[in-house]
């Protein structure tokens, strides 16, 4: 462990229970301490606090302490799972970065950060949900034939050979995200054959790295009166990200393997992104997988001759723009 003094050891718990600890135990808003006060009275405030509870203090810095915050780094990663069979996909943030868990619930004063932010509860370091994961997959699945997203998920999968005339992706979606086969009426599949979506975590790469950042929102509730910035704490970009799956065979196609099920997820990871506020820029994806290996070699055939041209576009056309050109469709931006 290090010696330094703004040494934070479990930043999550840092960010949602110790900056706001007041010398009680209890949750204090700055607002509420300095509430009513003239400045020599804040003053005489915050002594008392740091006398009453020095050593807590210390140790939590008291509640403008975000810099500790902002300079953690992650010194190492413990997440060994080699001897499971995970399917892994590793994809780094870009410009502006990721926000996850803004909607959880953040008590704070006037000058920390505003909203919610998603840890792991254990290690304390930031994760993206299995449940977020599963959900974003799920977002790109049609609801019924018509839905143009029925159109989209057959085009991916064609890319890794599978007959789009083969696929039933209504019957699809229920296997992998509902664990229901539709087989003389609908029969749920066994546990340890269903998908399952761990969260995603960061690397090793990212070790002694600057991994957050924070940036505003400007609400604009009243055209009469002047905006307030709401702050946040985000991840910046370049960080890297592993996405973990426990992927099954479909029993729906015998062409979606486990591993077709992978390279479809990291097309839609790459297309819709993850986390909130994905339309202005947030949330953005950079697949750092090669290829996988594993794909029969009619399969990386076919893969290579629809995604050669889509490469070279990527960063001109997003995929909805690409898709109402094939399809004369729009699809409604996440």
Not at 135 to 157: M, T
Not at 211 to 227: R, V
């Amino acid at each position: 462990m290090t010696n330094d003094s703004n040494y934070v050891g479990n930043i999550g718990y840092y960010y949602q229970k110790l900056q706001f600890l007041g010398n009680e135990g209890e949750k204090k808003e700055w607002g509420e301490i300095s509430k009513g006060k003239d400045n020599r009275d804040k003053i005489e405030t915050l002594k008392k606090e740091i006398e009453t509870n020095e050593e807590k203090l210390k140790k939590i810095s008291f509640h403008f302490e975000n810099e500790k915050i902002l300079n953690y780094k992650p010194e190492h990663n413990n997440y060994d799972l080699k001897e499971i069979k995970i399917e892994r996909l590793i994809f780094k943030t870009t410009y502006p970065g990721l926000l996850v868990g803004s909607g959880l619930n953040h008590e704070v004063g006037a000058d920390e950060f505003k909203l919610g932010f998603s840890f792991d509860y254990t290690s304390g370091l930031p994760v993206i949900p299995g449940s977020s994961v599963k959900g974003v997959l799920r977002s790109a699945f049609p609801n019924d034939e018509k839905d143009p997203k029925f159109q989209y998920i057959k085009d991916k999968l064609a890319t890794f050979g599978v007959n789009s005339e083969d696929i039933n992706v209504l019957e699809l979606k229920k296997e992998i995200f509902d664990g229901i086969k539709e087989e003389n009426g609908d029969k749920n599949i066994r546990f340890n054959e269903r998908d399952i979506f761990f969260d995603a975590v960061l690397t090793d790469n990212n070790n002694d790295k600057h991994i957050f950042g924070e940036d505003y929102i400007t609400p604009h509730s009243d055209p009469l009166k002047n905006p307030i910035p709401v702050k946040f704490l985000k991840i910046l970009p370049e960080i890297e990200f592993e996405f973990r799956f426990l992927l099954n065979d479909s029993k729906v196609n015998d062409k979606i393997t486990a591993n077709v099920k992978k390279e479809l997820f990291k097309q839609i990871l790459c297309d819709l992104g993850v986390g909130a506020k994905t339309n202005v820029g947030y949330g953005n994806l950079i697949s750092t997988n090669l290829s996988s290996k594993n794909l029969d070699k009619k399969t990386e055939k076919s893969a290579d001759k629809k995604t050669a041209p889509e490469k070279a576009g990527a960063d001109e056309t997003s995929w909805q723009d690409e898709y109402t050109k094939k399809t004369g469709k729009k699809v409604k931006n996440k």
